[in-house]
């Protein structure tokens, strides 16, 4: 009988599920904060429930010689070291759905809050003051609400804010027409968004492309009177150019569950009237607490029981037999997936993936995963190999998959091919002898190109001396190159670079790179 602890609170209910699955488990819900007797009775478990008091740090890890899983009852995994975890075979799993209705009504309730000054006006009314004048509100109905990330939680705020007949559009990149039309909400570039909401809400992960997306710049975009609510990262928005906007008055006012630096002191945002703030209680519900309590009881009896993987953060569900042959393809099918990833700028439509040859014969659910992970977490950043499928189907993207026997020179490759409301992307890549994946054709062009930590990628029109060109620009911009593999379609026509760099690209240099005589295009692309 497999053996569980509980080292951080949990609902009771969440305990008996353990035991009704016939899994022991130990309820010790003070343990976690104790180090030393945590790290001392880690040893004889075979899975670890928690919240975010137990630290499950490398050391703990080290400790830890019987344990096959660990589950967070909730999202958010920075208390496990995950890739010590990943290292020693530990599956690691969330739920990432488990708050989202929470999170969801949360924003609505802030909503509602700075629409007609909640706050403010309980504190006046409580001092005696009866200030009925002063706080003059504003309706919700038929105004315009701006989701800035139209994923799980966003389409959840988007139903609530229809269902207060307000008007609502979206900007989320990987939102399709198909998609949208279902949700019931207008799909729009950013800078429209700005343009017309009354009340704007923010609902995307924090990630490069997303940091600080409410700027000053795109502030100054917005209509004057403007209402932002963030319940979704600190990061999202630059707080002293939102201090300026709400100073102004350009913006009427803000509602914030999130900041930049957490528990959030002394913040400049407090001394401001028109600001609500909150400490990050989007997930803060009875309800919501139970439903990721018995959500992490029924995935890690699951795993521990039969096998099954739900909500992983560091690898699908793959076999002992199988981990050696079928990892490298795995690794290969996330390249393809992040290389087309972080070349696509619109709308992901349809996944196309096709296994030829080796591949073609092995258990293809874990590289379908991993091409899905791979093409999202570019724009999604908060997605694994597990989820990936769910959130694929949620945001209306088909993804088709074909196997079929050896017919080319390669023993084995994987094709994927992206399709967006623009074009059509494809790249091919296999595996050589010595277990690293290569890139073989790009755009139907052939090449050849092992894939490294930073490389560039360049088309460009096929004309004698532009690789001349290309290269002595890189050393102009001190760009040391490690291999440059190049492909064309036919002479005179459309020509691949793709470089292999030390260090990154900044803007500055890749705008250059851009701007050299004959290029399309220039992405610098990260593995």
């Not at 690691?92 to 969801?104: C, D, E, R």
Request: proline residues 4%; aromatic residues 4%.
């Amino acid at each position: 009988m497999p053996k569980v602890l509980v080292s951080d609170k949990l609902s009771p209910t969440a305990v008996q599920i353990f035991k009704d699955n016939g899994v022991e488990v130990d309820y010790l819900p003070d343990l976690g904060k104790d180090k030393e007797k945590f790290l001392e009775a880690i040893g004889q478990y075979d899975g670890l429930a928690i919240r975010s008091a137990s630290k499950v740090t490398e050391k703990i890890i080290a400790a830890a010689t019987n344990l096959k899983v660990i589950g967070r009852a909730g999202i958010g995994v920075d208390n496990v070291d995950i890739p010590a975890a990943t290292k020693k075979g530990i599956i690691v799993m969330n739920t990432p759905f488990g708050n989202s209705i929470t999170t969801a009504e949360h924003a609505i309730a802030m909503m509602f809050a700075l629409a007609r000054q909640l706050p403010e006006a309980d504190a006046s009314t409580r001092a005696s003051k009866w200030e009925k004048n002063r706080f003059m509100g504003v309706e919700v109905t038929n105004k315009t609400l701006g989701l800035i990330g139209a994923g799980n939680i966003g389409s959840i705020v988007a139903d609530r804010a229809i269902g207060l007949r307000m008007k609502v559009i979206a900007y989320d990149p990987f939102l399709t027409p198909e998609r949208a039309q279902t949700m019931g909400v207008e799909k729009v570039e950013l800078d429209e968004l700005l343009a017309r909401a009354d009340f704007i809400t923010l609902h995307t992960p924090l990630i490069d492309a997303t940091r600080n997306i409410l700027n000053a710049e795109t502030l100054a975009k917005t209509k004057k009177g403007v209402r932002i609510i963030n319940c979704a990262r600190g990061g999202l928005i630059d707080e002293d150019a939102l201090y300026n906007a709400l100073k102004s008055g350009h913006v009427a006012g803000a509602a914030l569950d999130v900041f930049l630096v957490e528990p959030a002191e002394n913040n400049p945002l407090f001394e401001l009237p028109n600001v609500i703030c909150t400490p990050h209680l989007g997930a803060s519900t009875t309800e919501a607490q139970e439903n990721v309590a018995l959500q992490v009881a029924e995935q890690i009896s699951a795993y521990l029981m039969t096998g099954e993987i739900t909500n992983a953060l560091n690898f699908p569900s793959i076999s002992a037999e199988e981990a050696p042959i079928i990892t490298p393809w795995v690794k290969l099918a996330e390249a393809l997936g992040s290389f087309a990833g972080q070349l696509t700028e619109t709308a992901i439509t349809g996944v196309k993936i096709e296994f030829e040859g080796v591949p073609a014969g092995l258990n293809t659910r874990p590289m379908v995963a991993a091409a899905i992970n791979g093409v999202l977490k570019p724009s999604l950043g908060d997605i694994n190999m597990v989820s990936a499928p769910q959130i694929a189907k949620d945001r209306g993207i088909t993804v088709e998959t074909t196997t079929r026997d050896q017919q080319g020179a390669y023993e084995g490759y994987i094709r994927l091919t992206v399709t967006t409301e623009r074009q059509t992307r494809a790249v091919a890549g296999t595996i050589f002898a010595n277990g690293k994946p290569r890139v073989i054709q790009v755009k139907d062009i052939n090449m050849e190109a092992e894939l490294t930590p930073s490389m560039l990628y360049v088309t460009n029109e096929d004309k004698p001396g532009h690789i001349g060109r290309l290269g002595t620009l890189l050393g102009t911009l001190g760009i040391n190159i490690a291999n440059f593999n190049l492909g064309r379609a036919e002479v005179g026509g459309d020509a691949i670079a793709l470089v292999s760099i030390d260090g990154t690209l900044t803007e500055e240099q890749l705008a250059k790179i851009a701007a050299l005589e004959g290029v399309k295009q220039a992405k610098a692309v990260r593995f």
